[in-house]
């Protein structure tokens, strides 16, 4: 039997993605959300137009699904099946790491935690499931941000003022700040945050993706700022390294065969 076509599972993904969101995506948008080239991408949008399942508008330049391919809803994987396909990795990621590890997934522009593992210690910890964590300030978020155009574009609409929610005095504030983060995001292929959401807290995470490469989700440890990064600030390369093994492998197990 011939292996899988790698051009159809990309068109898949786009697909995918444009039926997540209530909007319409760029070409930029696309490409960087699914890890394309923007030829690449060009090139796929094109073909999906010429054949009805794409539409573009002819002001703005935006695609959206055609009218063929609406029924096709709103999310191909459920929250539960993220779930019971990352609980294994995410405990031998916490027992691995050391600290806390959280799965989260995007939601109305912030971060929704559908799983957590406490730290493998005694100490004393609470349950984050169901709640709810800002984008920006978090490195679950930033992966979000970097790799889910509905997700950027959620963050957008919910910033009025051209500030985003200042926690502490590293949290990134403008949208030109969050730009640059997010680029450096997409190049390294993991995020981290560095007391931004809180003094003395610390995260690294990696993206969860689907067939063709959609993100669906990202993985992440959190714990103290002193544990997770070095004498310099910056996050242990050991941490990021089991970060980016375990979210890989969940990526393997929800058929993203490139990661």
């Given at each position: 039997?011939?292996g899988?076509?790698?051009?159809?599972?990309?068109?898949?993904?786009?697909?995918?993605?444009?039926?997540?969101?209530?909007?319409?995506?760029?070409?930029t948008?696309?490409?960087?959300?699914?890890?394309?080239?923007?030829?690449?991408?060009?090139?796929?949008l094109r073909?999906?137009?010429?054949?009805?399942?794409?539409?573009?508008d002819?002001?703005?330049?935006k695609?959206?699904?055609?009218?063929a391919?609406?029924?096709?809803?709103?999310?191909?994987?459920?929250?539960?099946?993220?779930?019971s396909?990352?609980?294994?990795?995410?405990?031998?990621?916490?027992?691995?790491?050391?600290?806390?590890?959280r799965?989260g997934?995007?939601?109305?522009?912030?971060?929704?935690?559908?799983?957590?593992?406490?730290?493998?210690?005694?100490?004393?910890?609470?349950l984050?499931?169901?709640?709810?964590l800002?984008?920006?300030?978090?490195?679950?978020?930033?992966?979000?941000?970097?790799?889910?155009?509905?997700?950027?574009?959620?963050?957008q609409?919910?910033?009025?003022?051209?500030?985003?929610e200042?926690?502490?005095r590293r949290?990134?504030?403008t949208?030109?700040?969050?730009?640059r983060?997010?680029?450096?995001?997409?190049?390294h292929?993991w995020?981290?945050?560095?007391?931004e959401?809180?003094?003395g807290?610390?995260g690294?995470?990696?993206?969860?993706r689907g067939?063709?490469g959609?993100?669906?989700?990202?993985?992440?440890?959190?714990?103290?700022?002193?544990?997770?990064?070095?004498?310099g600030?910056?996050?242990?390369?050991?941490?990021?390294?089991?970060?980016?093994?375990a979210?890989?492998a969940?990526?393997r197990?929800?058929?993203?065969?490139?990661?």
């Amino acid at each position: 039997m011939p292996g899988p076509v790698q051009s159809i599972e990309r068109a898949a993904a786009i697909l995918r993605l444009l039926a997540q969101g209530s909007g319409r995506l760029g070409l930029t948008e696309i490409a960087n959300s699914l890890g394309l080239a923007r030829g690449t991408a060009h090139g796929i949008l094109r073909t999906l137009q010429l054949v009805g399942f794409v539409e573009q508008d002819e002001a703005t330049g935006k695609y959206q699904l055609g009218a063929a391919l609406l029924h096709l809803g709103t999310s191909y994987l459920d929250v539960n099946e993220l779930r019971s396909r990352a609980i294994n990795w995410a405990d031998a990621l916490a027992a691995r790491s050391g600290e806390a590890v959280r799965i989260g997934t995007h939601l109305q522009g912030k971060v929704l935690v559908v799983h957590h593992v406490f730290r493998p210690d005694d100490s004393l910890q609470t349950l984050d499931v169901g709640m709810l964590l800002p984008m920006h300030a978090t490195a679950i978020g930033k992966v979000l941000l970097a790799y889910d155009a509905n997700a950027a574009a959620a963050q957008q609409d919910a910033v009025q003022d051209g500030e985003l929610e200042q926690f502490t005095r590293r949290t990134v504030r403008t949208r030109r700040e969050m730009s640059r983060m997010l680029a450096t995001v997409r190049e390294h292929g993991w995020a981290s945050d560095v007391d931004e959401a809180g003094m003395g807290e610390a995260g690294v995470a990696a993206p969860i993706r689907g067939y063709g490469g959609l993100v669906v989700g990202a993985m992440g440890i959190s714990g103290a700022t002193e544990r997770i990064c070095d004498s310099g600030g910056r996050p242990r390369p050991e941490l990021v390294g089991y970060v980016r093994d375990a979210a890989r492998a969940v990526s393997r197990d929800l058929g993203a065969s490139r990661w």
